[in-house]
């Protein structure tokens, strides 16, 4: 079964950083994308960001570009996501997710995805 452990949330002032991680395990398909996903408060889950086990690509929506990266350490099927420069309105439940896909996701993330990992509340005090 594939199995996803998101880590790394917590509680920091804004204008400070904080680094998730989702370590991944029982990927049995060689392609496959990995995104990470926030869900605020009285608010639908939005994506925040997506890489390609393929090519490495990856896909930043404004509201995170320039202050999120996402990057993977393939070795260790893990995925991390550095969040700098936080704003109270990125508090959020924050989920990994993946999917089978063998595409670039430079133009966007794929719209389904096949498994999710339990969330990590992220907290960004003003």
């Known amino acids: 079964d594939v199995q996803l452990q998101a880590s790394g949330g917590g509680l920091v002032q804004a204008g400070g950083s904080l680094r998730l991680s989702c370590a991944a395990s029982g990927l049995t398909f060689d392609d496959y994308a990995i995104g990470w996903f926030r869900q605020a408060p009285g608010k639908e889950r939005e994506g925040v960001l997506c890489?390609?086990?393929?090519?490495?690509?990856?896909y930043y929506p404004d509201s995170v570009k320039g202050r999120f990266t996402i990057s993977s350490d393939n070795a260790k099927n893990t995925v991390y996501l550095q969040m700098n420069s936080l704003k109270p309105e990125d508090t959020a439940v924050y989920y990994c997710a993946v999917t089978i896909s063998s595409d670039s996701v430079e133009l966007g993330c794929p719209r389904l995805w096949l498994y999710w990992g339990q969330g990590t509340l992220v907290t960004v005090s003003s």
């Open positions: 890489i390609s086990s393929r090519d490495g690509s990856t």
